[in-house]
């Protein structure tokens, strides 16, 4: 256990510190998947969690008040392990700060059932029969707001096509030396799950040969993402999402498909238990599960809905026509000390 002020978090889900931006976003926008569901006319406050980037988290609160007008809807934004750190952090301090909460790592949030931080009510919804299996828990009481797929992003100016890996396993050749960035793991959730297939794939002997290629280490996962599009380095292994909403935005920029499986892991959402506004929080939630709420999501994030009825987005491939490697998160929430052993000893000792 680590002590942060009067908090003691548990050291699987350790992370460093950054700032939080906190915004209250009223103003609609135009973009709407389609105008199935009827206007939801509840009001108050919904205070949300999440690690998604502010500029699409600003466009999602905006067309969500479309269908709730007159409900106030505040976001707190932070990486995913930064998100569950300050999560935790409250609730051990005795305090709830948040209606929703929502991140991708998986295993954050079986901690948080184990600790009875979650109403179970949102996994109960009838939804979930549309979700593919390992992307909800009835039982801890999360559902995943997006399939998150970790990737290769690379420079197209800085890589030909020919040149790209076909495994994440050649990324350890010296061709690649001194051409690749990640984030640190301790902040970004996309870096700590890269690693940790990384290790159950190939072993602590790749994650040593990994680090001898001199990777540099831009903190964030969007000083990643920046690192590539500005060409400081080549290629990264990312957030897929985060790489198609750059090309859309015209910076150079791809992902590959690499043979050995894009790391596909859920993104949960979680209702808090206890906290002040949960009706409001459980209806805007049950929204963004629907398929209307989906679609507008996978529209404006560019993300994989893990929901059967909701297609990839315009340009992206189906999930099903991907190589996918999966793993049990919640099994690696508790072996992320050996995996951060391991960075510090490898990465951080250089």
């Given at each position: 256990?680590?002590?942060?002020?009067?908090?003691f978090?548990?050291?699987?889900?350790?992370?460093?510190?950054?700032?939080?931006?906190?915004?209250?976003?009223?103003?609609?926008?135009?973009?709407?998947?389609q105008?199935?569901?009827?206007?939801?006319?509840?009001?108050?406050?919904?205070?949300?969690?999440?690690?998604?980037?502010?500029?699409?988290?600003?466009?999602l609160?905006?067309?969500?008040?479309?269908?709730?007008?007159?409900?106030?809807?505040?976001?707190?934004?932070?990486?995913?392990?930064?998100?569950?750190?300050?999560?935790?952090?409250?609730?051990?301090?005795g305090r709830?700060?948040?209606?929703?909460?929502?991140?991708?790592?998986?295993?954050?949030?079986?901690?948080?059932?184990?600790?009875?931080?979650?109403?179970?009510?949102?996994?109960?919804?009838?939804?979930?029969?549309?979700?593919r299996?390992?992307?909800?828990?009835?039982?801890?009481?999360?559902?995943?707001?997006?399939?998150?797929?970790?990737?290769?992003?690379?420079?197209?100016?800085?890589?030909?096509?020919?040149?790209?890996?076909?495994?994440?396993?050649?990324?350890?050749?010296?061709?690649?030396?001194?051409?690749?960035?990640?984030?640190?793991?301790t902040?970004?959730?996309?870096?700590?799950?890269?690693?940790?297939?990384?290790?159950?794939?190939?072993?602590?002997?790749?994650?040593?040969?990994?680090?001898?290629?001199?990777?540099?280490?831009?903190g964030?996962?969007?000083?990643?993402?920046?690192?590539?599009?500005?060409?400081?380095?080549?290629?990264?292994?990312v957030?897929?999402?985060?790489?198609?909403?750059?090309?859309?935005?015209?910076?150079?920029?791809?992902?590959?498909?690499?043979?050995?499986?894009?790391?596909?892991?859920?993104?949960?959402?979680?209702?808090?238990?206890?906290?002040?506004?949960?009706?409001?929080?459980?209806?805007?939630?049950?929204?963004?599960?629907s398929?209307?709420?989906?679609?507008?999501?996978?529209?404006?994030?560019?993300?994989?809905?893990?929901?059967?009825?909701?297609?990839?987005?315009?340009?992206?491939?189906?999930?099903?026509?991907?190589?996918?490697?999966?793993?049990?998160?919640?099994?690696?929430?508790?072996?992320?000390?050996?995996?951060?052993?391991?960075?510090?000893?490898?990465?951080?000792?250089?």
């Amino acid at each position: 256990m680590a002590s942060i002020g009067d908090a003691f978090i548990p050291r699987r889900l350790l992370g460093a510190g950054a700032s939080l931006a906190l915004l209250a976003v009223l103003a609609p926008t135009p973009f709407r998947a389609q105008d199935t569901a009827p206007v939801d006319h509840s009001s108050g406050t919904v205070r949300i969690y999440v690690s998604l980037a502010t500029s699409a988290m600003t466009k999602l609160v905006a067309a969500m008040n479309k269908h709730f007008p007159n409900l106030k809807i505040d976001f707190v934004r932070a990486g995913s392990v930064e998100t569950v750190k300050r999560f935790v952090a409250e609730r051990q301090a005795g305090r709830i700060g948040a209606d929703l909460i929502h991140g991708a790592d998986p295993g954050g949030f079986e901690y948080f059932a184990e600790k009875g931080w979650l109403d179970t009510r949102l996994a109960a919804l009838p939804s979930t029969q549309d979700y593919r299996e390992g992307f909800f828990d009835r039982k801890a009481g999360w559902v995943a707001l997006r399939a998150t797929g970790i990737a290769p992003m690379y420079n197209t100016k800085l890589v030909a096509k020919d040149a790209l890996p076909k495994t994440w396993k050649e990324l350890i050749e010296a061709r690649w030396k001194g051409r690749i960035a990640i984030s640190d793991p301790t902040r970004a959730g996309s870096s700590f799950s890269h690693l940790y297939a990384m290790w159950k794939m190939y072993g602590a002997d790749y994650l040593d040969k990994f680090a001898k290629n001199d990777p540099f280490v831009a903190g964030d996962g969007t000083a990643t993402r920046d690192a590539i599009a500005n060409g400081e380095r080549d290629i990264a292994p990312v957030s897929e999402y985060d790489a198609f909403t750059f090309r859309k935005e015209g910076r150079p920029v791809e992902v590959a498909w690499v043979e050995d499986g894009t790391i596909m892991l859920p993104a949960p959402l979680g209702l808090v238990k206890g906290s002040p506004n949960s009706e409001n929080a459980l209806a805007l939630a049950e929204y963004m599960l629907s398929r209307e709420g989906q679609e507008l999501i996978a529209g404006i994030i560019l993300s994989w809905s893990a929901r059967k009825d909701v297609k990839a987005p315009a340009g992206k491939p189906e999930l099903d026509s991907l190589k996918l490697a999966t793993f049990d998160w919640e099994k690696a929430a508790a072996e992320k000390g050996q995996v951060l052993d391991l960075y510090f000893k490898y990465f951080q000792s250089r």
